[in-house]
Each structure stands twice: as structure tokens, then as C-alpha cells.
């Protein structure tokens, strides 16, 4: 299976996902600053933030690449789907818990949630449709 990944596409999810969180977090920064939310200097990023983001969007794009050439998808409304079973599964349920268990402010984990969902989306359709 391994053979089968297109690792082009799954560069380009990475750095695509990368791009698109940054968008957001500019456009939700005052509001996650406000909320109490961890936010770096997006004028001036520590240098080890680009490195590190993008290693952990290349993990994500290479296991939803996995899944997606294992499960055979091709189309764009399987890749859609795949993104949000993904996201339900795994940042819904992590950030709900933190809202649950260490009194993370609802609206701050939301935000997050929404950036993962569009990471996700970005990701596998790429992934799956540029295979």
C-alpha cells in the first residue's frame, strides 16, 4: 500500500493545510488571545514553528493518505466524507474533552475544532483526488 501513496500530493496537503491554518488563526487570533488561547506572534513566529507544523501536517496528510488509498477513494464526496469522519472521531472528541475535564472555554475549543476541520478537508481532498 505503501507503493500506492502519492507523496507529491501529500507534501502539497501538508504545506496546503500549513497555509490554510494560518489564514485562519489570523482571522480567530484576537478572538483565541481574548479567550486565553496560546497564539505566537504571527508577525513574528519563534523559527521552530513552521518546521514543527509542518512535520505534524505531513504526519495527518500521510495517514489520511493511507486511509484513503486503503479504503480505494477516489471521488470528491468520499474525500469529504473521510475528512469529517476523521474530524468527529479525533479533534472533536479530544477538544470536547478538554472542555469537559480541564475547563477549556467552549468557544476557545470551537475555534480549534474549526481549524481542524478545514485542515482536514484540505487534506484529503487533496490526497484523494490528486492520486
Do not use: C
Not at 488571545?33 to 505531513?58: F, H, I, K, T, Y
Amino acid at each position: 500500500m505503501i507503493e500506492e501513496l502519492n507523496y507529491v500530493a501529500i507534501v502539497a496537503a501538508a504545506a496546503a493545510a500549513v497555509v490554510v491554518s494560518f489564514g485562519y488563526y489570523i482571522v480567530f487570533g484576537n478572538r483565541l488571545q481574548a479567550l486565553g488561547g496560546a497564539v505566537a506572534d504571527v508577525e513574528s513566529p519563534p523559527a521552530w514553528m513552521l518546521p514543527a507544523e509542518l512535520l505534524r501536517s505531513l504526519v495527518v496528510a500521510a495517514v489520511v493518505a493511507g486511509l484513503a488509498a486503503g479504503m480505494g477513494l477516489k471521488a470528491w464526496g468520499s474525500s469529504l466524507t473521510l475528512a469529517v469522519a476523521l474530524w468527529i472521531g479525533f479533534p472533536v472528541v479530544l477538544l470536547s474533552g478538554s472542555v469537559i475535564h480541564e475547563h477549556v472555554p467552549w468557544m476557545l475549543a470551537t475555534i480549534h475544532a474549526g481549524d481542524w476541520l478545514l485542515k482536514l478537508l484540505v487534506i484529503a481532498a487533496i490526497v484523494t483526488l490528486w492520486s
